[in-house]
Structure formats: structure tokens, C-alpha cells
């Protein structure tokens, strides 16, 4: 990976400053600083592309949703992009910082969250479908050699996967815009509450209640009263057939992300514990398919 130096110096706007570089703690699939250029007063974040993330990001894509959520002021500008030298630049959020646990617990953060996901949803097609269901099977096909870091009812989990797979594209797959991922310091907020959403990497066409599934799951309303209460929030009523579809895509997004954090473990340079994140999400994957609500979801959705 390009050190943060040399990465400065492809940048055009960057020339003839003199800039300070100061490491940001949190990501887990890239390498990120914040620049600062202390005599003009500016403050930029710059975004090292993780070794290997090539393999499950689409850049192009992911520049078109950021572009676009940048100009709905869900996201921040993005200001340089080089897919070649995996060096991206983008306005720094003055005043906003990532929301943890805790925040999302507060009513007003997560339905700024919501109302950005319905914004989002309801106008943003970007030509590329990945479907949750899709980057399950993208990943169990990634992980497949890599059974010494599997769980040993991989097998079980994914038999479960595949009966709420099967239930859901029996129902109908309605595709949208969707952000795609949900990991907690990627929701940004201000001291008035105000959402904006950053690392629009994974994003692609898809359910757009996989995108509330997956909040689910962060947020820890993952189980069927907090899938409801975050629907409330997203549409203003919980119907019970988008209950069933939230709960079981809760379930298929900790399996998905619970075998991308195998992958990692195996691939990644980037300093992070990817094979205990494995298994925390593999843990809540398998007590959610084993819940009497997973057969009430199958039934429903």
C-alpha cells in the first residue's frame, strides 16, 4: 500500500502545500487520514485504498453513489478520485464525528438515518445489482478454501440462509439504490443531529430493506420489535410482511459480513482482528436462524 506521503504528491490540488498527516483510527477496509493544510485554514480526508479490496469493491460504482449522495447532502464532496493509485480525497465533515453504539440508541440520530436511507432509496439507481442475497454467495464461494477458518456449521448456517434466500426471491426482490453496509462509524452526526453518511463503497442496486436488516444489525435492532420500530422510523408503519423480510435479511447480512471478515482475515493488511469480528457476527447469525422468529419470518414474508 502507498504511504501517506507519496499519496499526497499524486494529488493535483495538494502541490506546493506544505500539509500535515494525521492518522484516523476505525476503518477496517481502507486506510484513512485526516490532511491538513494549517496556513489556508483547510481540512481534508484521504482515503488509502485497502490491500486487495478490489476483490468485493466496485470503485466505479462506488464513485458514482458517493458523487451522487455527496450533491443530496447525505454524503461529503468528494474532491479527488484515482482508481489506479487507490488515493481518494474528499471534504472533511467539520463538526460532524462517526456515531457509536450509544448514538444510535438516541430516537433522532437513527431516524436521520432513516429519513437518508427512504431519501436514498427512493431516488438512486445506480445500474449495478448486487443483492444481499448475491454477496452471501460471493462470499461463501470466496471463503470456500478457507475452511480452517470457517465455523464448523457452515453448513447449517447456510442451509438456514438459503430457506429465507428462497422465501424472499419467492416474494419478489424490488431493486433500488442502497448503501450496503452499516458499520457504525460510517453514520456521521453533528451536535443538532444532523446525518451524513460516508464510504459509499459497497453500494450497488438492492432490497432497499436489506439496507434496514443491516442497521439492524449494527444498531442491535435486530430482533423483530426492533426491525418493526426502525420500519416505523423508515415508512411510517410497520407492515408485517417487511417485519419478516427486515428479520430474515438481519440474519443473511451477519452471515454475509461474518464470512467478508473471514476473507479479511486472511487477505488484509489492515490492523484489525478480523477472525474475533468473525465470529461475534457468525455468533448473532446463528442465534438469529435458530429463534422461533425465523420460521414466523419464512412464513411471512
Known sequence: MMDIDSAIATVPAFAGRELKAFRINGGITNINWRVVDEAAGETFFVKLHGAGTEQ??????????????????????????????????????????????????????????????????????????????????????????????????LDQLRWNAGRAGAAIRASGIDLVGCYNDSYISNYMRNAAGEIRIIDWEYAADNDAYWDIGMFGVESFFDDRRGVAALLEMYEGRAHEDKVARGYLYVGLAMLRWGLWAVYQSAHSDVPFDFAKYSRLLLLRARRQMLSADWDWALSRV
Open 56 to 153: 468485493f469493491i466496485d470503485r466505479r460504482t462506488a464513485l458514482v453513489a458517493a458523487e451522487i449522495a455527496a450533491e443530496r447532502g447525505v454524503g461529503p464532496q468528494v474532491l479527488h478520485y484515482d482508481e489506479g493509485t487507490g488515493v481518494e480525497v474528499h471534504e472533511f465533515l467539520t463538526g460532524f464525528r462517526s456515531c457509536g453504539i450509544d448514538d444510535v440508541q438516541d430516537d433522532r440520530v437513527r431516524e436521520g438515518i432513516m429519513r437518508a436511507y427512504k431519501g436514498v432509496h427512493d431516488s438512486l439507481r445506480l445500474g449495478k445489482a448486487n443483492t444481499g442475497l448475491d454477496q452471501l454467495d460471493d462470499f461463501v464461494a470466496k471463503t470456500s478454501d478457507l475452511s480452517g477458518r470457517t465455523p464448523r456449521d
